[in-house]
């Protein structure tokens, strides 16, 4: 690649846009908790490790084969039922996704980030947690998930693939290894 053109893809990376376009982090859903960028969620992690949590809602499939940001605790919002549903798997709620909140983590200390794959699942956790006890300010939904937003580009080579912000895409620290105090007991719907 010449000199020229690796100087405008950095500057284009450099000035908050990509080589996609100008990508912005969208909200999935409706909440009364904060929203935070992964980089921001790793920073407020780093500041009060002692009581702030990153909370991977995903399946612990998803978890464990996916991989997950070091030190996130698995507590599913939804498990995954080993049946075909509409996207191609089945999804059943987690009914006792605030009483295995309340088990691990205190309402009047502790402050939670949600995330799943790319930012609904972490949305409705975050009101979840507010019914559990958490005051809004309490909880935060991260932006992206883990693995981002699509690319929407149909002369991309990357069209469909999850390219677009997420805390692996922003390159945090993260990892396929299972600690068996952080991850979920079990992920099969009953």
Same mark, same amino acid.
């Given at each position: 690649?010449? &000199? *020229? ?24 859903? +409706?909440?009364?908790? %904060?929203?935070?960028? #992964?980089?921001?969620?790793?920073? /407020?992690? $780093?500041?009060?490790? @002692? ?10 499939? =998803?978890? =464990?084969?996916?991989?997950? #940001?070091? %030190?996130?605790?698995?507590? #599913? ?5 080993? &049946? ?5 798997? @089945? /999804? ?6 605030? $009483? ?6 205190? #309402?009047? !200390?502790? &402050? ?24 809004? +300010? !309490?909880?935060?939904? /991260?932006?992206?998930?883990? +693995?981002?937003? &699509? ?15 997420? *805390?692996?895409? =922003? ?20």
């Amino acid at each position: 690649m010449k &000199k *020229w053109m690796l100087a405008v893809v950095a500057c284009v990376f450099l000035l908050g846009g990509s080589a996609y376009g100008a990508f912005k982090y969208q909200i999935k859903a +409706e909440h009364e908790g %904060g929203n935070v960028t #992964p980089s921001q969620a790793y920073e /407020m992690v $780093k500041n009060d490790p @002692g009581h702030t949590f990153i909370i991977d809602t995903r399946t612990r499939p =998803e978890y =464990e084969l996916i991989g997950h #940001p070091v %030190g996130a605790y698995n507590v #599913p919002k939804k498990f995954w039922t080993g &049946k075909l549903g509409e996207k191609g798997y @089945g /999804m059943a709620e987690n009914p006792d996704f605030e $009483k295995d909140l309340l088990a691990r983590f205190n #309402p009047a !200390s502790d &402050k939670l980030i949600f995330m799943c794959r790319s930012g609904k699942r972490s949305c409705l956790s975050c009101q979840a947690a507010i019914q559990a006890g958490w005051k809004p +300010e !309490s909880v935060c939904n /991260m932006l992206g998930g883990f +693995e981002g937003d &699509k690319i929407k580009n149909k002369d991309s080579a990357f069209d469909g693939q999850r390219k677009l912000g997420g *805390w692996k895409n =922003e390159g945090l620290p993260w990892t396929y290894h299972i600690d068996k105090a952080l991850v979920y007991k079990t992920d099969l719907a009953q």
